[in-house]
C-alpha cells in the first residue's frame, strides 16, 4: 500500500462549480499535510497547507484535515478553466523524516 | 535570482553514460532537495541537504546516484551508468526551512536511449 493514495481521476468540474480532492495516508504519525498544484509540463508549486484538525480556509481554497479517518481533502470553490491542473497531496511526519511522501495526483478538469 | 533553477532541462544519454544535473537554489534557502518524477507519478523523495550537509539520502535508488552540495548553495545530482529506468525527470526544491514548504525548479528530463 502506497503511504499517500489520491484518485488518479480525471476529475471533471463545469466552470463554477465546486471540485472535491481526496486523499488518505497509513502513517498515523504524519503531521503536516501539504497540497501542490502541478499544471502539465510544469513542476509543482505549494498551494497550501494544515496541521490541524479542521478546515483551513485560503481564497477559493479550502482544506480540510481528520487525522482520526487519515483523511485530507481541498476544495476549490468556484472553479476556472485556470484550475485544470493535477493537484498533489503531500505528507510528512516522524516516520519519514525529511521526505515529503507525494501521492500520484488527481488529474482535474474544470470545463467552460 | 527569483526561483531555482535547474539545468539542463532536456538531457538525452545512451545507456551507460554519466550524468550530472544541476540546481541553484533560492537565495539563502538553506534547505536542498531532489526528488524523481516518473511519468504520471507524484515526486519520489531522493535526498536533502541542509547547507552543505547531506542528511539524509535514504531515497536514492543505487549507488549509481550521488549528490553534493560542497559549498552550501549549488547542489549537483549525479547518475552514473545510467539505465533506461533512470529516465525521469529530477527535480531540485529549495525550502527556507520546512519540509514540506518546497519551490521546485523547472525539473531536468532525463531520457536514456
Known amino acids: 500500500q502506497k503511504e499517500v493514495e489520491q484518485n488518479s481521476g480525471p476529475l471533471s468540474v463545469p466552470e463554477g462549480a465546486i471540485a472535491s480532492l481526496n486523499c488518505t495516508y497509513s502513517?498515523?504519525?504524519?503531521?503536516?499535510f501539504f497540497w501542490y498544484r502541478q499544471y502539465s509540463g510544469k513542476s509543482p508549486e505549494l498551494i497550501m497547507f494544515?496541521?490541524?484538525?479542521g478546515d483551513k480556509e485560503d481564497g477559493r481554497f479550502t482544506a480540510q484535515l481528520n487525522k482520526a479517518s487519515q483523511y485530507v481533502s481541498l476544495l476549490i470553490r468556484d472553479s476556472q478553466p485556470s484550475d485544470s491542473a493535477t493537484y498533489l497531496c503531500?505528507?510528512?511526519?516522524?516516520?519519514?523524516?525529511?521526505?515529503?511522501?507525494f501521492g500520484k495526483g488527481t488529474s482535474l478538469l474544470v470545463t467552460p | 535570482g527569483a526561483g531555482v533553477s535547474q539545468s539542463p532541462r532536456y538531457k538525452v544519454a545512451k545507456r551507460g553514460q554519466d550524468v550530472a544535473l544541476r540546481c541553484d537554489p533560492i537565495?539563502?534557502?538553506?534547505?536542498l532537495f531532489w526528488y524523481q518524477q516518473a511519468l504520471g507519478q507524484g515526486p519520489e523523495f531522493l535526498t536533502y541537504f541542509q547547507n552543505e550537509a547531506q542528511l539524509d539520502k535514504s531515497g536514492l535508488p543505487s549507488d549509481r546516484f550521488f549528490a553534493e552540495r560542497p559549498e552550501g548553495s549549488v547542489s549537483t545530482l549525479k547518475i552514473q551508468r545510467t539505465q533506461q529506468e533512470d529516465s525521469a525527470v529530477y527535480l531540485c526544491?529549495?525550502?527556507?526551512?520546512?519540509?514540506?514548504?518546497?519551490?521546485f525548479g523547472e525539473g531536468s528530463r532525463l531520457t536514456v536511449l
Open positions: 526544491a529549495s525550502s527556507p526551512g520546512h519540509a514540506g514548504e518546497l519551490f
Open positions: 503531500a505528507v510528512n511526519g516522524p516516520n519519514s523524516g525529511y521526505a515529503l511522501n
Open positions: 494544515i496541521y490541524s484538525n
Open positions: 502513517d498515523r504519525g504524519s503531521q503536516s
Open positions: 537565495s539563502g534557502h538553506v534547505s
